[in-house]
Structure formats: structure tokens, C-alpha cells
């Protein structure tokens, strides 16, 4: 039986160590610069590559420390800062995006955290992950209140110079502090929202959780409206349950130093074989993971993964 790939300790952590607030009213006055245009890099034919790196232990600069042996390209397209969290202000009884000490280490310090790797061409997005609390992507008591909370997420992209948001409606604990229960309209209106917001970033779903079957309200669909879907169970094939393109899903997810690099070689395989886009990776930590990396690298790109300290 599969389980949730997400550690039940570090979500206990992150519950303990949410604490700082996003600060709207500063976000006006304390913008980040643009993304910097990339360096030009080797192309690379073959899937968009993801990794996500759990910044409560790991840097963010450990994904672009991997690079194809053959031709010199990125190993890695996106990178994902693991994790922001929607919280509950019971004071105000609203979802608040709130950052534990190490994301917003990574944010505030994004000169030397996010744009080495947007400079190699490498994305880097944020994911928002539930926090135990009440608050999720799929119970906003009205449009409004998914509206403010897009704001806030797009205002954070806009602020520190980001390429994107991942939504992981995981640990949300529907129904604390008196919040309500799933409902149909609300996933719907936040992704809406924020698309329009930001029309030209990334928004990608962990295909996990009640947001995740919610994707239809009113006539309105939102799946078109994300840019990539993902598997939420590592070492494991489950295609996504989005009207998207294949070119836009990762069937395939992997831990990486976990997920046996024999499964990791045939899911890399089936991906290329069965023509889908994305390759999901959860996991990259500081060790020299060019053998585990190599187990994927060689099918989707022909090509060994070597790595630089």
C-alpha cells in the first residue's frame, strides 16, 4: 500500500517553526529585482526535470551542482523551496501565508539562494504546503477570500523574484479552529486567481488531497490553468488526474538516495517510452547523489549526471 511521501516529521517541524508572517505591507517597499536573464546554457533535449529540496535540512544550491556529463546542460529545470505554508489566523478568521525560519532564510537571502540557479536557466518556485491548522486550498468561505489569498502568493512571487508557486494540499486538518470542510468552489477560485495574477509564472499541482479533485466549479475548470502535475507517491507510476497534456505530467516521482536506482532507471524508462513530459524528484540533499541521478539522467537524456561541488 502506497503511503504519503511527505515525512510526518518534518511536518511536525514545520508546524512548531511556522511562525514568521508574511508581511504584505512590506512587500510594496522591499521588492526584489526580476529574475535575472539566464546565462546561455546547452540545450537539452528530453523531459523537465523537477526537484524539490526540503530547506529545513538542504540548500537550494544543491540542484544546480548537477549537470549532464554529455554535452554540459542543467540536470535540473525546476527547483522547488520546500516548504511555505497556508495558516489560519484565528484572530481574523482568514488563511494566512506564513514562512518557517529556513524558507524565509531562503527568500531573504535569494541573491545567493534563487539566482545562481535562475541564472543557470534553472525555475524556482515555491510550494505551499497545509500546517495542521485548518486552513487549506479547498475550504475559503467565499471567492473573496481564495482572491486574498492569491494575492498573497503572487505578491510573494513578485517580492522575491520567483518563478512560480506548487500547491500541496497536504496536512490541513479541515475542519481545526472551526474552518469548514472541503468544498467545490474554493480550489477553483485561488487558481483562477492567481493565474491572473501572475499569467506568465508557473503553477504546479501535487496531485494529492482534496484541492486535487476539485478542479471543476460553475463550469469552470481549472486544470488547463497549471503548468505541471505530479505524482505524489515516490517510487511509484500513477498519472495524474488532470486534464493536462502528457507533455505537462510526471507520472513518475522518486526520492532521491531512497528510491532504488533500479526503479529509478525503469520509471525514468517508462516516462520516455510512454511519452510523458516531467520527471519528479523529492529529496535533493547535500551528498554527491550522482549515481541515484545518473539512474534517471541516462534514460531521459542519454547522458550520465556529474556532479560539482
Given at each position: 500500500?502506497?503511503?504519503?511521501v ?9 508546524a512548531?517553526?511556522?511562525?514568521t ?16 536573464a539566464?546565462?546561455?546554457?546547452v540545450a ?10 526540503e530547506?529545513n535540512?538542504?540548500?537550494?544550491l ?7 556529463a554529455?554535452g554540459g ?10 516548504a ?7 484572530s481574523t ?6 514562512f ?12 545567493t539562494q ?6 543557470k536557466?534553472i525555475k ?8 495542521h ?9 467565499s ?13 510573494t ?5 520567483l ?7 497536504e ?32 503553477i504546479?499541482?501535487?496531485n ?11 463550469g ?10 505530479w ?14 497534456p502528457?507533455a ?5 516521482a ?7 536506482q533500479?526503479?529509478v ?6 516516462t520516455v517510452?510512454?511519452g ?10 547535500a551528498?554527491?547523489r ?8 541516462r534514460?531521459l537524456?542519454?547522458?550520465?549526471a556529474?556532479?560539482?561541488?
Open positions: 500500500m502506497l503511503t504519503p511527505r515525512s510526518r516529521i518534518r511536518t511536525a517541524v514545520l512548531l517553526s511556522a511562525c508572517a508574511l508581511t504584505l505591507g512590506a512587500a510594496g517597499t522591499t521588492g526584489a529585482a526580476a529574475a535575472p539566464p546565462a546561455a546554457t537539452k533535449q528530453g523531459p523537465t526535470s523537477v526537484a524539490y529540496v530547506v535540512n538542504n540548500s537550494m544543491n540542484v544546480g551542482k548537477y549537470t549532464l554529455n546542460g542543467n540536470v535540473f529545470d525546476v527547483a522547488v523551496i520546500f511555505a505554508n497556508i495558516n489560519y489566523d484565528t478568521k482568514a488563511a494566512t501565508l506564513y518557517n525560519e529556513n524558507v524565509q532564510r531562503v527568500l531573504d537571502n535569494a541573491s534563487i539566482r545562481p540557479l535562475q541564472q536557466g524556482v518556485v515555491l510550494s505551499v504546503l497545509g500546517n491548522q485548518g486552513a487549506g486550498f479547498a475550504n475559503f468561505p471567492q473573496q477570500a481564495a482572491s486574498t489569498f492569491a494575492k498573497q502568493l503572487s505578491d512571487v513578485t517580492k522575491y523574484g518563478d512560480g508557486i506548487d500547491f500541496d494540499d496536512y490541513a486538518e479541515y475542519g481545526n479552529n472551526g474552518t469548514g470542510q472541503p468544498n467545490a468552489s474554493s480550489f477553483v477560485y485561488l487558481v483562477s486567481a492567481l493565474r491572473s495574477n501572475m499569467p506568465n509564472k508557473i504546479s499541482l501535487y494529492i488531497g482534496p484541492a486535487a479533485s476539485r478542479l471543476s466549479y460553475s469552470v475548470d481549472v486544470s488547463s490553468k497549471f503548468d505541471y502535475a505524482n505524489p507517491y515516490y517510487g511509484s507510476w500513477q498519472v495524474p488526474g488532470i486534464a493536462l502528457k505537462k505530467l510526471s507520472p513518475a522518486v526520492e532521491i538516495g531512497r528510491t532504488s533500479s526503479t532507471t525503469s520509471l525514468a524508462r517508462r517510452s510512454e510523458y513530459g516531467v520527471f519528479l524528484t523529492y529529496n535533493l540533499d551528498a554527491n550522482s549515481a541515484d541521478v545518473s539512474a534517471f539522467t534514460e537524456y542519454g547522458s550520465d556529474t556532479y560539482t561541488p
